[in-house]
């Protein structure tokens, strides 16, 4: 029996890595959905979707990562929703912002390849069952 596909929201402005991250995800049974800004996640969490882990970028236009989880966190949108962090941004005070705001993991971009943010975030599930 084929495990249930554990739905995950990728936001990144970065199209090329948002569809990177999407197919490798794919790969590895996971149902994908993206989002290009935080006010794209929030409209498409607004419309219903409920993601079981949510990986988005810090930087990105319009509302950064941080602002987004504010938001999310405001509107209660997402509630049972592992957050996870996957950002450049790696000094100690966006981590702990990070953490203020609940997310479960920090990944740094640069020091991590795709197939160890899928470990990570793997992992991440596991240990938050």
């Not at 990177?20 to 996640?41: C, H, I, P, R, W």
């Not at 953490?99 to 470990?119: F, H, Q, R």
């Amino acid at each position: 029996m084929e495990k249930e596909k554990r739905k995950i929201l990728i936001v990144d402005d970065d199209n090329f890595l948002l569809d990177m991250y999407a197919l490798k995800f794919s790969q590895n049974n996971f149902e994908v959905y993206t989002a290009s800004s935080g006010l794209q996640a929030i409209d498409k969490m607004k419309g219903g979707l409920n993601p079981d882990v949510m990986l988005m970028d810090i930087i990105m236009p319009e509302m950064d990562g941080f602002e987004m989880l504010a938001q999310i966190n405001m509107q209660k949108l997402c509630s049972n929703c592992i957050k996870i962090v996957l950002s450049n941004k790696s000094e100690q005070k966006d981590i702990d912002e990070g953490k203020k705001l609940g997310v479960a993991g920090y990944i740094v971009k640069a020091n991590s390849t795709p197939a160890e943010v899928i470990d990570q975030v793997v992992k991440i599930l596991e240990n938050k069952k």
